[in-house]
C-alpha cells in the first residue's frame, strides 16, 4: 500500500457534500471512481475536511 497527497478545489453546486453516500452525487465517491478507472485499484480516500451540499472548496494555501 501506499498514500498518496490529493490537493483538490472543486465547485461544489451539483454535489451533495463531500462524504460518500450511495444514492447521492457526492466528491469523495466520484473521486474515488475516477481513480478506479485510471489505476483499476479501490482506493478509500480520507479528508483533513470536508464540505456541505453545494459548498465549493479553493486551496488558499501556496504551502502543501
Known amino acids: 500500500m501506499r498514500n498518496i497527497k490529493l490537493v483538490i478545489e472543486y465547485d461544489g453546486k451539483d ?29 478509500d480516500l480520507m479528508a483533513s475536511g470536508r464540505t456541505d451540499a453545494g459548498v465549493h472548496a479553493m486551496r488558499t494555501s501556496s504551502k502543501f
Open 15 to 43: 454535489f451533495n457534500g463531500w462524504q460518500k453516500q450511495p444514492t447521492k452525487l457526492n466528491i469523495q465517491g466520484t473521486i474515488e471512481q475516477a481513480i478506479k478507472i485510471v489505476t483499476g485499484e479501490e482506493t
